[in-house]
């Protein structure tokens, strides 16, 4: 099983980044997956979730509206296009299989998530 994250890097406030997460090993449409993300010096914060099956999906107060959630069952790819990115985003964003015990204002912990990728970097400073 693999999660393997790329897209990210260094945005001036008001920019957009797509993240993506190539999948291997398991079908991500069999599984609801979600992105997470981890801020300098802080703890895991869930993003946004798209089920398997219909695909409902779910986002952070903070990001709705300017995120969006995409998957690719063709290619198995999990995407996530930021617009309008703030400072307040800059974090490491992880691809991950989602947890009904990470949501919004929930503690999150890494030992919640069965897969999860390594991560990519997010940069959003003028």
């Known amino acids: 099983v693999q999660l393997i994250e790329s897209g990210g890097g260094l945005v001036q406030p008001g920019g957009s980044l797509r993240l993506s997460c190539s999948v291997s090993?398991?079908?991500?449409?069999?599984?609801?997956m979600a992105w997470i993300r981890q801020p300098p010096g802080k703890g895991l914060e869930w993003v946004s979730t798209i089920d398997s099956g219909r695909g409902s999906i779910y986002y952070h107060d903070v990001v709705k509206g300017r995120f969006t959630i995409s998957r690719d069952d063709a290619k198995n790819t999990l995407s996530l296009q930021m617009n309008n990115l703030k400072a307040e985003d800059t974090a490491v964003y992880y691809c991950?299989?989602?947890?009904?015990?990470?949501?919004?204002?929930?503690?999150?912990?890494?030992?919640?998530?069965?897969?999860r990728g390594k991560g990519t970097q997010v940069t959003v400073s003028s």
């Open positions: 090993g398991f079908r991500a449409s069999s599984y609801d």
């Open positions: 991950v299989t989602d947890s009904s015990d990470c949501y919004q204002g929930s503690r999150c912990s890494w030992d919640m998530f069965m897969y």
